[in-house]
């Protein structure tokens, strides 16, 4: 049976190799130069299981385990291989309510090792954080924001040893290797531009270039694109996913010279989140989606501003240098690039649609780096399904994850499920 994958960034490359590992011929089409070129390539990498849904937080577990274990999931690679450091990561929620607990709870029930910690342990065990409470987060042109706070925080829930992918691009690039050794055959620089019914099979995809794909089988792993694709396919689904502009900014580590190590740190609280980058050298910090700041939706994600600003860069910056007040602001470093946003609730959609054929595994809202793995099993499981006569819909796929000895019932990431209660940010 023929598929046809389109995207190759991490999670489009993982989804490809675990078809190809079941035995579907997969070609897989992306219109970047190389695997990872898309999205992924922004990614900050982060691998944490601190998620409000308890089979997100064991998928992301799975996928700490197959990180940690890389080599042994991708088999030999010429060249690099990622680099996987667990510095841990500590999250300051706004509030230490029956939420949270329950949330540390569900990652110790797992094996994860999770720690909550009162404001003076975290202080003892990291003395280079403000434990001040800012909640709720204002913007820069308010003039409560440099005022002292007088609270603060309740606590934190600290992952022992959640950890980050060093360059988020190469762990696309090997999972290609991969495929390619498997068989997936990968075509680059061709962009997809219509989606029709196929005379010989049920798809025929048209390239630029004026070539043309026939397919059984379409899988939409398009990220930020992944909108555009279902148009071209006509499908509509009940959740929609929309394209978010997002910046991170790297600032010097003033801890890297004094050898001391940076955790990664969640702060929701003060609307941030930051982990080491350079090996150390440096800070990068990104944005929790605090209330106070306007999500920047963009409709072309072909346009879109690829510039640092002042705005976010003043924001996110300063928001770091309250948690952490011996940042020092220097010159303006980072990127933008999209998120790819489930409306409803901000969780992935990996399921079949109505057209027979036509599978999507999209919405991954800007956090599903570190489960790419493992989303890549699950499609390739719904596909397999589906393709031989099961309806998901009706048996939804209860998905083994064997490397931590949990099944989860993955309804909650099908495409007619009802609104998830999540955090609607990109903590999930
Ligand atoms: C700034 C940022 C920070 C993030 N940080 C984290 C993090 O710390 N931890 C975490 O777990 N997740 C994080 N994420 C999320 C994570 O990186 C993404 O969910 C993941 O990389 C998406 O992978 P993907 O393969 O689905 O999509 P992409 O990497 O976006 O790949 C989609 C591919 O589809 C191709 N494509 C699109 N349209 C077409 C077409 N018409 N024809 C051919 N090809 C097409 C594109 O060229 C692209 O290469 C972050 C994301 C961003 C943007």
New binding site residues.
Partial sequence: MQVCV?????????IALELRRRGFDVTS????GD??????????????RFYSQPGMIAM?HEGWHIWADWRSFVGDIEGDLIEFPCPGMIFIPPRLDANVLATAAEMQRIGIKTHVLSPAELKERFPFLDVSSYYPPTPVSDPRFFEPSEHQIEGAVYEEDAG?VVF?ALA?QNLRQAAERAGVVFRFN????AIEAGATRRFRLE?TGGEAIDADVVVN?????SG??NR?AGVTLPLETRPLR???HAQANPLYESGVPLPIVGDLDGGI?F?PESRGRDIIV?STDPQCDVLEFVDD?DNFDRGVTQLYRERQSLRLMKRVPSVTLGRPRG?A????VTLQDWY?IVDRTDRPGYYV??G?????????PVLGMLTAQIVEACESGRDTDVAPIQLTLPRIGVSVDTRFLARNRATLKTTST?IG
Avoid: Q, W
């Fill in positions: 389109i995207g190759a960034g991490v999670i489009g490359c993982a089409v992306d219109k970047n695997a990872g070129h898309g999205s992924t390539s922004s990614s900050c990498g982060i691998v944490r992301a980050y988020p696309a061709r962009r997809i531009t390239l792993v398009a990220g930020p694109h555009v694709i071209m997002r910046e991170v989140y982990r990104g994600p990127i690039d999209l998120y790819d992935p595994c999209i991954t809202s800007g956090s599903s780096f570190k489960s790419a990109v």
